[in-house]
Nanobody, 116 residues
């Protein structure tokens, strides 16, 4: 079993920045893809960004240029740097680990609220 623990969420004003962290209880290098997703009230969970074991990143089209995903294998941590935040970015942000052999895991989520 792997636990993913997110942190770094909070309340920020429009235009502000936040950096989310996701710490895994086991090495993240075993997972093919690590990612961040978000879910706003009344909406489906949506992909924010992913990063492969080789460091290849992918983003939701609407978020390119404002969000940056990165990983530190030595710290078993994945980060999501968010800038120029908008009220529509308000959501619960979830960390995801996806490994062909090790399974799929989700964190408990961290709330991000952007005030207008």
């Amino acid at each position: 079993q792997v636990q993913l623990v997110e942190s770094g969420g909070g309340l920020v004003q429009t235009g502000g920045s936040l950096k989310l962290s996701c710490v895994a209880t086991r090495t993240i290098s075993r997972f093919d893809v690590m990612g961040w997703y978000r879910q706003a009230p009344g909406k489906q969970r949506e992909l924010v960004a992913t990063i492969t074991a080789g460091g290849i990143t992918s983003y939701a089209d609407s978020l390119k240029g404002r969000f940056t995903i990165s990983r530190d294998n030595a710290k078993n941590t994945v980060y999501l740097q968010m800038s120029s935040l908008k009220p529509e970015d308000s959501a619960v942000y979830y960390c995801n680990a996806d490994g062909l052999w090790y399974g799929v895991y989700w964190g408990q989520g961290t709330q991000v609220t952007v005030s207008s």
